[in-house]
């Protein structure tokens, strides 16, 4: 299978690896204790507690294979590979909308990452797209559905993300 390379910080690795194993050490078992326990209710054609236990299980089993799947195809932002003082994945940008002068500060992460209600948002969002290779003074275009928008860039800083705080996931 070819499956897509994932974009994360350091921090939304360890996030994953700590979701991957609260969910096989812990809800695993929950679930298997649930199935043992509906099972000796007897039959379980008519059995809603054994059916729901086998659809959490369900869910807890393919959630572990995407996990699993995310960290196999990691790739860990590293930010001296990008140009200084241009946005990159793992900074935090500063901008400015144009029209109403209201600024804004997010943080460019990976589409795996992205949380907008946090401020952050992915590299390939039409804002993080438009914002991507550009420096501290360029005015930007973002098409969004209500029309384009236009933000000039106020400040770019550097999450300190190189290879020295970063390994490669394995």
């Known amino acids: 299978m070819n499956e897509k390379e994932i974009v994360l910080t350091p921090e939304g690795l360890d996030k994953i690896q700590n979701e991957l194993d609260e969910l096989k050490t812990v809800h695993r078992k929950e679930v298997n204790d649930r199935i043992r326990q509906a099972k000796e209710y007897g039959d379980l054609s008519e059995n809603a507690e054994y059916e729901d236990a086998k659809q959490e299980q369900a869910f807890i089993e393919g959630r572990i294979l995407k996990l699993e799947a995310m960290i196999r195809n990691a790739r860990l932002?590293?930010?001296?590979?990008?140009?200084?003082?241009?946005?990159?994945?793992?900074c935090v940008v500063k901008v400015k909308d144009l029209k109403n002068g209201e600024g804004y500060e997010f943080s460019i992460v990976g589409s795996a990452e992205a949380d907008p209600v946090k401020q952050r948002?992915?590299?390939?969002?039409?804002?993080?797209?438009?914002?991507?290779?550009?420096?501290?003074?360029?005015?930007?275009?973002?098409?969004?559905?209500?029309?384009?928008?236009?933000?000039?860039?106020?400040?770019?800083?550097?999450?300190?993300?190189?290879?020295?705080?970063?390994?490669?996931a394995s």
């Open 121 to 168: 948002i992915s590299n390939e969002s039409p804002l993080g797209s438009a914002l991507m290779g550009h420096k501290k003074g360029d005015t930007v275009d973002v098409t969004t559905p209500r029309g384009v928008v236009k933000y000039k860039i106020d400040a770019i800083k550097s999450n300190g993300t190189s290879k020295k705080t970063a390994k490669k």
């Open 77 to 90: 932002i590293d930010e001296s590979e990008y140009a200084a003082g241009e946005v990159h994945l793992g």
